[in-house]
Every structure is written in structure tokens, then in C-alpha cells.
């Protein structure tokens, strides 16, 4: 005997169990042993020294971060010679150079000034050179710690390459200062 075929009734008993399968919900899952709470030792403030004394006005506020600097300004004599005493030579010669420049462009900054440019290009005046002379005397004479007279420094002045680079006077300057 042969059974008939029903694709409509397959369907639909296909599409019951699946439903059914997606409706069905899981068993619920063995929830895990919650540990009892261990109790906390108790901590004990230590109760407040009668004989102490409280110094109110040695408290200060701490110092507000300021970005702003300062030292002395960018270029002048100040900041020159606290940077020959530092040894900072090939910076002390760089603000040198600036301080020298500024005389006669003022709108030149740090930046333009380096090592590798030629010593003619900030010593465009007399009163450049003027300063300049006067800063590296004052800043020699601090890194040396000892005055030199105007016959010493003369010849050192006489010394340094006038068509040198700014990077030439630093070497002859450390040699100075080496005593060589």
C-alpha cells in the first residue's frame, strides 16, 4: 500500500516544530556557589594627640603652573652672561649676535639666527659691533670669572675671525676660555 504524498501538510508540520523549537526556552543554567561575605577587619583611627598643635599658617597653597617665563629677556646682557656663566657658550653667541642685530632689525627673532651664518650678516653697524663687543667682553669675563683688562680683551677682540661664522667665534671663544 502506498501513502500519499502531502508537500502542503509537510510544510506546515516543518514550520510548527520550528517555531515551536524557537519558542521553547533553555533550561536554566546551575547558577553558581555565591561565596559568603568574609567581614572586613576593623580599623581603628587613632584617636588625636591632645598635646598637639596645629600650625595653620605654615600651610601654603601650591604654586599655579605659569607658562609664562622669567629670566631674563631673550638677547640682553643679562640673559647673555647668566648663559657664559652656565657655559652655554654657542647659545650666549647666538643671543649675542640677536642682541647685536636687534640695533638695526628689530624684527629678527632666535630663529634667525645660526651657527652656520657668517658673523657679517648681524655685525651690520657700528653700534652692532658695538654690542656685540661689549656682551662678549662681559660674558668672557663672567665665565672666566675674573675681569680681564681692556688690553686683554682687545686682543682677544682682534682674535676673532671678522669673515668667520657664528659657529668660528664659538670655538675661538671656547679656546679663550680654555686658556689656550
Known amino acids: 500500500m502506498k501513502m ?48 598637639a ?32 656663566a652656565r657655559g652655554y657658550i654657542e647659545s650666549a653667541m647666538r643671543e649675542t649676535m640677536l642682541a647685536a642685530v636687534h640695533h638695526d632689525y628689530p624684527l629678527l627673532g632666535m630663529r634667525d639666527v645660526r651657527l652656520t651664518d657668517p658673523v657679517a650678516k648681524f655685525l651690520t653697524s657700528d653700534d652692532a659691533a658695538t654690542i656685540a663687543h661689549d656682551y662678549l667682553y662681559a660674558g668672557v669675563q663672567r665665565r672666566l670669572g675674573r675681569p680681564l683688562s681692556p688690553a686683554q680683551w682687545a686682543q682677544i677682540w682682534r682674535g676673532l675671525p671678522p669673515q668667520g661664522r657664528v659657529s668660528d667665534w664659538v670655538k675661538q671663544t671656547k679656546r679663550i676660555l680654555a686658556g689656550r
Open 4 to 51: 500519499p504524498y502531502y508537500p502542503r501538510a509537510l510544510a506546515c508540520m516543518a514550520l510548527a516544530l520550528t517555531l515551536g523549537a524557537c519558542s521553547q526556552s533553555t533550561a536554566p543554567k546551575p547558577t553558581a556557589l555565591v561565596k559568603p561575605a568574609v567581614p572586613a577587619r576593623v580599623v581603628v583611627a587613632p584617636q588625636p594627640d591632645p598635646e
Open 53 to 84: 598643635v596645629v600650625q595653620s599658617g605654615a600651610i601654603e597653597p601650591s604654586p599655579v603652573f605659569d607658562e609664562q617665563y622669567h629670566g631674563p629677556d631673550q638677547g640682553s646682557l643679562e640673559s647673555v652672561t647668566a648663559l657664559f
